[in-house]
């Protein structure tokens, strides 16, 4: 199996959720790291998978916002300062791929599945071969531990359950 790194200059790990429950906030995780290893990214079945997201770099474009969702009521960085995945299962569906795996957020793990379409390969200026993927998923934050929220005063609430995951990436073999 070759290892493949992910070239953090042309990938992003984000996510969104609606806000007020009429609009979506997004952000990112602008901290990360990923291993990939697989005999040939171009059938991604027989690969290994797995992520970690640094939640102390969680960027919405809001300090305050990200403050408190580094805080004890969401992610708490301080005592849970990443989020894992880990591969268990990936099948092919098409051109794209169902890549399955155990996801850990603060000290709750659940099974989640990723859409991952294969965005093809090709050679970048300096001659490496690289591939690119995205892969999207959607949660339950509640299910995660992650329940803080707010009513409002017109019904609903401040933060929306479903969490929708993006991951974007761009690999190249380690060499």
């Given at each position: 199996?070759?290892?493949?790194?992910?070239?953090?200059?042309?990938?992003?790990?984000?996510?969104?959720?609606?806000?007020?429950?009429?609009?979506?906030v997004?952000?990112?995780?602008?901290?990360?790291?990923?291993?990939?290893?697989?005999?040939d990214?171009?059938?991604?079945?027989?690969?290994t998978?797995?992520?970690?997201?640094?939640v102390a770099?969680?960027n919405?474009?809001?300090?305050?916002?990200?403050?408190?969702l580094?805080?004890?009521?969401?992610?708490?960085?301080?005592?849970?300062?990443?989020?894992?995945f880990?591969?268990?299962?990936?099948?092919?569906?098409?051109?794209?791929y169902?890549?399955?795996?155990?996801?850990?957020?603060k000290?709750v793990t659940?099974?989640?599945?990723?859409?991952?379409?294969?965005?093809?390969?090709?050679?970048?200026?300096?001659?490496?071969?690289?591939?690119?993927?995205?892969a999207?998923?959607?949660?339950?934050?509640?299910?995660?531990?992650?329940?803080?929220?707010a009513?409002?005063?017109?019904?609903?609430?401040?933060?929306?359950?479903?969490?929708?995951?993006?991951?974007?990436?761009?690999?190249?073999?380690?060499?």
């Open positions: 199996m070759a290892k493949w790194i992910v070239d953090q200059s042309h990938s992003s790990v984000g996510f969104e959720v609606k806000h007020m429950m009429v609009s979506k997004k952000g990112t995780f602008d901290s990360y790291t990923a291993d990939v290893e697989a005999a990214l171009a059938d991604l079945t027989s690969a998978i797995a992520f970690k997201f640094d770099s969680v919405t474009r809001s300090e305050d916002r990200d403050n408190h580094k805080g004890a009521d969401f992610f708490d960085a301080e005592q849970f300062p990443s989020i894992e880990k591969s268990t299962n990936i099948t092919r569906d098409g051109d794209d169902k890549v399955t795996g155990d996801l850990t957020i000290d659940k099974p989640v599945t990723f859409d991952v379409e294969y965005g093809g390969k090709g050679k970048n200026p300096w001659g490496v071969e690289v591939y690119g993927f995205e999207e998923a959607k949660l339950n934050r509640e299910e995660f531990g992650l329940t803080w929220n009513a409002l005063e017109t019904g609903g609430v401040l933060v929306g359950k479903d969490i929708k995951i993006k991951v974007e990436l761009e690999v190249n073999p380690v060499a």
